[in-house]
T-cell receptor, first 118, second 111 residues
Framework: GAVVSQHPSRVICKSGTSVKIECRSL??????MFWYRQFPKQSLMLMAT?????????EQGVEKDKFLINHASLTLSTLTVTSAHPEDSSFYIC??????????????FGPGTRLTVL | QQQVKQSPQSLIVQKGGISIINCAYE??????FPWYQQFPGKGPALLIA?????SEKKEGRFTISFNKSAKQFSLHIMDSQPGDSATYFC??????????FGGGTRLMVKP
């Protein structure tokens, strides 16, 4: 199946610093990538939809200046948490959409990045 | 209209038993209904998915039952094993747009 990787898997940073998380589709081209946030024992919350070569579409309540998304190529999207604060500590997960016969809706998820802001 | 409601929130099943998780949706435009399995500290993994033109899909021990008129779908895990202990999410979308997730079900299979 399609493989999506994320880097880093865990990151600890000081309050006020910025953190970049990478999401890569390893064996397919992803025209669309999605970024989710997940708090403990909760469901996934969509933060933004990222289309290659265009600006990301953010969900209501998500600050686009705080969570910068770049989707510069068909295999890479990045999420930068700027001026991170402890309340930004969470599990960030990306997914990538593949298109193919009978699978145009499928999204494949990365392993997630655990961000801890001290 | 975008909600997907999932129940139960948690489920304990004996090894060898059947685990059943239910979801209900409102948006009749949804045309793709996947189930994801998530282990602690990992991303969700696609388990099985169904489209509304069929009422049931089976893959190994996992079966999705789909009731279009009731706008409900469910996941059945036959012969549940301790290794199946995880959180399960149902989801729905249409035309490849954003997935709408259910709230999740934490399944524990006791040996």
């Amino acid at each position: 199946g399609a493989v999506v990787s994320q880097h880093p898997s865990r990151v600890i940073c000081k309050s006020g610093t910025s953190v970049k998380i990478e999401c890569r589709s390893l064996d397919f081209q992803a025209t669309t990538m999605f970024w989710y946030r997940q708090f403990p024992k909760q469901s996934l919350m969509l933060m933004a939809t990222s289309n290659e070569g265009s600006k990301a579409t953010y969900e209501q309540g998500v600050e686009k200046d705080k969570f910068l998304i770049n989707h510069a190529s068909l295999t890479l999207s990045t999420l930068t948490v700027t001026s991170a604060h402890p309340e930004d500590s969470s599990f960030y997960i990306c997914s990538a959409r593949t298109r193919g016969a009978g699978s145009y809706n499928e999204q494949f998820f990365g392993p997630g990045t655990r961000l801890t802001v001290l | 209209q975008q909600q997907v409601k999932q129940s139960p929130q948690s489920l304990i099943v004996q090894k060898g038993g059947i685990s059943i998780i239910n979801c209900a949706y409102e948006n009749t435009a949804f045309d793709y209904f996947p189930w994801y399995q998530q282990f602690p500290g990992k991303g969700p993994a696609l388990l099985i998915a169904i489209r509304p033109d069929v009422s049931e899909k089976k893959e190994g021990r996992f079966t999705i039952s789909f009731n279009k008129s009731a706008k409900q779908f469910s996941l059945h895990i036959m012969d549940s094993q301790p290794g199946d202990s995880a959180t399960y999410f149902c989801a729905a979308n249409n035309a490849g747009n954003m997935l709408t997730f259910g709230g999740g079900t934490r399944l524990m299979v006791k040996p």
